[in-house]
């Protein structure tokens, strides 16, 4: 069973083109990197990690160590109905924390087939009106609306 713990990773590049993925199973759902915690105690930045390379094959460990920042802000949500059955009976809403990782204009993008299908870099703006989820776009958003002093 997931656990109702979650991260969402906006990967960007120095030009703030935003890299979105298509979901394997629903068509023109693009997202950016997201994924449930593996433990109820796994540190949230080692998951964030963990997701990126799942993903996309990005190895954040090979980046700058500020690279990858939190930006120490949470959302809960309804898990869509489809979804609830891979969590335990009863359980409807999930916890998300937003991160993001800049990462090198030339970095090469490895999808898992099982997950994602497309991957397109796009304008932050575009990116956020792309994304099937509405706290997708609103993490974009606030990512180039944020002080960057405040990520850490």
Known sequence: MKIPISVLVVIYKSNRDVLL???????????????????????????????????????VEGLPKDALKNMHHQIEYEIYPAWRSRYAPGVTRNTEHWFSLEVPDNTPITLAPREHVAYEWLPYQEAAKKCFSPSNGEAILKLFSADKSQLE
């Open 21 to 59: 993925i298509e979901r394997a199973d629903r068509a023109s759902f693009w997202q950016s990197v997201t994924g449930s915690l593996d433990a109820s105690d796994e540190d949230l930045a080692l998951a964030a990690a963990r997701e990126v390379f799942e993903e996309t094959g990005i190895a």
